[in-house]
């Protein structure tokens, strides 16, 4: 079974950014493409973007092109999500979750509040 | 941009059949996955390639599609049913969610 365990919970002023982390067990970092999703309270699930397990490429949804970013350390299997220029709206659970024939793995979800 | 849409609830007795829709102009040409997410936790899949069940996922889920309309059914729902459901495609390079369908057992 494939394990996807995410950093704490996160307070970010709008503007500043935010950082996200997914780690990853065993040799499930290059089998597995990853994926960022979010979910707003009481909203739905909204895709971000993807990074290739296999070589590390990324596609991100329109909506947050150019603000988000999807990047891997491989030495300690960790993929990153990092999203900018924050506002109120960013306000959500983020969610990283594998994808094979589905979204077959999910992490734990990572709450960012957006406050000033 | 592309969508798919899905009703935002559905109620059903316990142990009837639950039956939730996701439309879109280019289902007929895409595989759709289902995820239920109760509250407070990730959500979970419970039908792939329109569909197949993942292992552990009981039998009372099953998935078809037919033209641009997906179907995901619960047969003989039980109250710990009750949950969120979401479909999902992908088009292009991109992912699609539907809104989401609250199925709340009475």
């Known amino acids: 079974q494939v394990q996807l365990v995410q950093s704490g919970a996160e307070v970010k002023k709008p503007g500043a950014s935010v950082k996200v982390s997914c780690k990853t067990s065993g040799n499930t970092f290059i089998s597995y493409d990853i994926n960022w999703v979010r979910q707003a309270t009481g909203q739905g699930l909204q895709w971000m973007g993807w990074m290739s397990g296999d070589n590390g490429h990324t596609g991100y949804a329109q909506k947050f092109q150019g603000r988000v970013t999807i990047t891997r350390n491989t030495s300690i299997s960790i993929v990153y999500m990092e999203l900018n220029s924050l506002t109120s709206e960013d306000t959500a659970v983020y969610y990283c979750?594998?994808?094979?024939?589905?979204?077959?793995?999910w992490g734990q979800g990572t709450l960012v509040t957006v406050s000033s | 941009s592309y969508e798919v849409t899905q009703p935002p609830s559905v109620s059903v007795s316990p142990g009837q059949t639950a039956t939730i829709t996701c439309s879109g102009d280019?289902?007929?040409?895409?595989?759709v996955c289902w995820y239920q997410q109760k509250p407070g936790q990730s959500p979970v899949l419970v039908i792939y390639?329109?569909?197949k069940r993942p292992s552990g996922i009981p039998e009372r889920f099953s998935g078809s599609s037919s033209g641009n309309t997906a179907t995901l059914t619960i047969s003989g729902t039980q109250a710990m049913d009750e949950a969120d459901y979401y479909c999902q495609a992908w088009d292009k390079s991109t992912v699609v969610f539907g809104g989401g369908t609250k199925v709340t057992v009475l």
């Open positions: 390639q329109d569909t």
């Open positions: 979750a594998t994808s094979s024939m589905g979204f077959d793995n």
């Open positions: 280019k289902l007929r040409d895409q595989y």
